[in-house]
C-alpha cells in the first residue's frame, strides 16, 4: 500500500512539475536590426525554445517568449509574460535602436485594380491587388453586403484574377489579415454599365422634314446623343442634344423622349439623310438601325389670296396657296360652352392652288384659327371673326 501511495504522490509531483516546466518557458529572444518575426496563426503541441545563444547582443532587442516553432510558416513565435521574463534578465536593446522585430503592424494593401472612380462597361473585371505580407483578402459590399465578408485569397501576397460585379455603383471595403490577426481596410467605389443602349425610335420617318427631330432611347446613364445629317453635295453635320433640357424621362418604362429643332435651310429643297448615335457613360455606343432619307422643307406655304362670305348660317372660305407639298388646312374654335371644335377645310388643292370649303354655323359669334400646312411641318394661321345673326 506504501509503494502504491508513494507512486501516485511521484507521479503527482512529476505532472505539476512538467505543467510548472511547461508555464514557465519564457525567454528572451534576441532580435537584430529590421529583422521581422510573426506570431503564430496556429500552435503545434511541442514549443521550441529560441535558442539563446544565437542572441548577438547590442544589435536589436530582446523580445519576451513562450515557445518558438520553425516549422509553421518558416517559424513563427508566441509571446510570453515579461513579469517571468524579468526574472530571467532584464530586458535589454540596443542604443544604436532597431525596427520593430515581432510584426505588430497590420499589412499594407495595394489595389492596382479596378481604378477608383473609374466607369466599366462589363461586369467581369479584372481584381488585381498586392500585399506587404501573407494575408488573407476579404471584400464587403457597403451597399447591400449586409457585413458579409466575400474571400478573396488566402495567405496569398498577391492576386490578379477576373470577378464578377455588380451593375451600377459598387461602394466596396477590402480586407487584409495577416497571421497575427492585424487588419487593414482599404475602400473602393467604381461604377458598372454592361448594358448597351437602345434608341427605339427616330423621327421624321416620312418624306419631308422641315428640322423637328425625335429620338426615343432606352438607357439608364445616357452620356451623348447626336443626330448626324446632311448630303453628299453639301456635306454633313452633327447636332448634339442637351439631354438633361431635350429629353424627358418616363419613369414607367425608362424611356427616354427627346426633341430637337436643327437649321435645316442650307438643304432646302434638297435631299439629305439622317441618323441617330448614343453613348452611355461606358462608352457603350449604339446607332440607329439604318440612314432615313428625307426631302427638306423649311418654306411655309404661303397665301397668295384669302376671303370668306357669310350667307346666312352659311360661311364659305377661299384660299389661293402656293405650296408644291401641302398637307392640308384645318380650323378649330370655341363653342358657346367653351368647348373645343375641330375641322378640316380641305386635305388637297383644287387646280394646284384652291382651297375651298362650306361651313354651317349657328348664331352667334366666332373666333376661328384656320392653320394652312405642308408635309414638311410647315404651317401658316390666319384668324377670323365674324358672326351669324
Known amino acids: 500500500m506504501k509503494k502504491i501511495l508513494i507512486a501516485v504522490i511521484f507521479a503527482s509531483l512529476l505532472v505539476i512539475t512538467l505543467t510548472l516546466s511547461f508555464a514557465s518557458a519564457e525567454f528572451l529572444a534576441c532580435f537584430e536590426k529590421g529583422q521581422v518575426e510573426n506570431y503564430c496563426a496556429s500552435v503545434p503541441e511541442t514549443p521550441y525554445h529560441h535558442p539563446d545563444e544565437t542572441c548577438i547582443q547590442n544589435m536589436g532587442c530582446e523580445e519576451c517568449m513562450w515557445a518558438y516553432y520553425p516549422e509553421v510558416d518558416g517559424g513563427c513565435y508566441v509571446h510570453g509574460s515579461w513579469p517571468k521574463c524579468n526574472d530571467i534578465t532584464p530586458r535589454v536593446c540596443s542604443t ?14 495595394t489595389l492596382n485594380n479596378p481604378a477608383e472612380g473609374a466607369i466599366y462597361n462589363s461586369r467581369k473585371i479584372l481584381l488585381d491587388l498586392e500585399v506587404s505580407e501573407s494575408s488573407k483578402i476579404y471584400y464587403m459590399d457597403l451597399d447591400t453586403g ?20 455588380a451593375e451600377g455603383e459598387n461602394n466596396l471595403q477590402f480586407k487584409a489579415t495577416d497571421v497575427m490577426g492585424l487588419d487593414s481596410y482599404t475602400n473602393l467605389s467604381f461604377f458598372i454599365d454592361s448594358q448597351k443602349p437602345r434608341i427605339l425610335k427616330t423621327e421624321p420617318r416620312g418624306k419631308f422634314s422641315n428640322g423637328d427631330f425625335y429620338v ?21 453635320n452633327i447636332y448634339e442634344f442637351n439631354v438633361n433640357e431635350e429629353c424627358q424621362l418616363d419613369d414607367n418604362n425608362g424611356k427616354h423622349s427627346c426633341k430637337t429643332k436643327i437649321d435645316l435651310s442650307n438643304y432646302n429643297g434638297e435631299q439629305i439623310m439622317y441618323w441617330a448615335n448614343l453613348t452611355d457613360m461606358a462608352e457603350n455606343i449604339v446607332s440607329s438601325r439604318k440612314p432615313t432619307t428625307i426631302i427638306v422643307d423649311t418654306t411655309p406655304p404661303y ?5 370668306y362670305s357669310i350667307n346666312n348660317q352659311y360661311v364659305t372660305f377661299k384660299a389661293n396657296i402656293a405650296e408644291e407639298n401641302f398637307e392640308g388646312a384645318s380650323y378649330s374654335y370655341k363653342d358657346s360652352f367653351n368647348r373645343l371644335k375641330l375641322g378640316k377645310l380641305c386635305t388637297r388643292l383644287m387646280n394646284g392652288e384652291v382651297c375651298e370649303k362650306k361651313l354651317s354655323f349657328r348664331a352667334g359669334h366666332y373666333d376661328l384659327s384656320i392653320q394652312f400646312k405642308d408635309k414638311g411641318g410647315n404651317s401658316i394661321e390666319e384668324l377670323v371673326s365674324f358672326d351669324i345673326i
Open 146 to 165: 449586409r457585413g458579409r465578408w466575400m474571400p478573396v485569397c488566402y495567405d496569398c501576397f498577391e492576386y490578379s484574377k477576373e470577378r464578377t460585379f
Open 303 to 307: 397665301l397668295t389670296q384669302f376671303t
Open 216 to 236: 426615343e432611347f432606352k438607357e439608364e446613364n445616357p452620356e451623348h446623343l447626336y443626330i448626324t445629317y446632311g448630303n453628299a453635295g453639301k456635306g454633313f
Open 96 to 109: 544604436s535602436g532597431g525596427n520593430v522585430t515581432i510584426d505588430s503592424q497590420p499589412p499594407i494593401l
